[in-house]
Nanobody, 121 residues
């Protein structure tokens, strides 16, 4: 059983900070890319930030300079540090990981259940 378990969402005032965490567990051989997507009410699912295994990062322009993605490969965990939060950052944030598993011959995409981030005064 492979799982992605997210934590760290909640309610924060504009200008505040939150840190999301996502830990992968199960029959994992290796993890290629880990990242975060979000879906705001009435909007499409969008990439927020991703981090391949080589340590590079891909961050959407709307959060550059405010959000930072990082990984702890020893813990199979990805983080999203969100600073200077704005009301438009309100969304359900989903963790994503592309992983090679002990029983698969190709990498498989997994998603967390999502964690709600609400930015409001």
């Amino acid at each position: 059983q492979v799982q992605l378990v997210e934590s760290g969402g909640g309610l924060v005032q504009p200008g505040g900070s939150l840190r999301l965490s996502c830990a992968a567990s199960g029959s994992i051989l290796s993890i290629n890319t880990m990242g975060w997507y979000r879906q705001a009410p009435g909007k499409e699912h969008e990439l927020v930030a991703a981090m391949p295994s080589d340590g590079s990062t891909n961050v959407v322009d709307s959060v550059k300079g405010r959000f930072t993605i990082s990984r702890d490969n020893a813990k199979n965990t990805v983080y999203l540090q969100m600073n200077s939060l704005k009301p438009e950052d309100t969304a359900v944030y989903y963790c994503h990981a592309q992983m090679r598993l002990t029983w698969s011959t190709v990498p498989i995409d997994y998603w967390g259940k999502g964690t709600l981030v609400t930015v409001s005064s």
